[in-house]
């Protein structure tokens, strides 16, 4: 059986290399789907624009959110996929370099089911995407495991 893709909502060039890298570097051979912006990411999820000949039963099995992005936010993202019966289940991890506490009471408030700092040490944030795959790619039981 193929592998779940992940969706990373990123718009910072280097953030994706680097995130990409580093799962690459923990053998998290998942095909990774890179959005960048929240208009893009909701595209995606739902079959809309460039994506409107996607095969939306297949959801990714996991979604690394960035906040601060162009044309729609983070925040705004899981707002919206919340409110969706498809994706209201979708695993979330909220992965951003925001130390604001508004965005982490906000972040969980609507519904992220975690949410990470990313670590300016790229050890530390090659470490941090390895548990993140570790528990949310195998450890962690969802409705279709």
Sequence with gaps: MKEKAILLVEDNPNDVKLTL?????????????VAEDGVEALEYLFGEGAYADRDTAQLPS?????????????LDVLKRLRA???TKLLPIV????SKEEQ???A????????????????????????????????????LES
Excluded: C
């Design 62 to 74: 996991l979604v690394l959110l960035d906040l601060k992005m162009p044309r729609l936010d983070g």
């Design 107 to 142: 972040g969980y408030s609507l519904g992220a089911n975690s949410y990470v700092r990313k670590p300016v040490d790229f050890d530390q944030f090659t470490e941090a995407v390895r548990q993140l795959g570790l528990y949310w790619l195998v450890l962690n039981e969802t």
């Design 103 to 105: 965005d982490l009471i």
């Design 84 to 86: 969706d019966d498809r």
């Design 94 to 97: 909220i992965l951003t370099s």
């Design 21 to 33: 890298h580093a799962l690459k570097k923990n053998n998290i051979a998942n095909e990774v789907v």
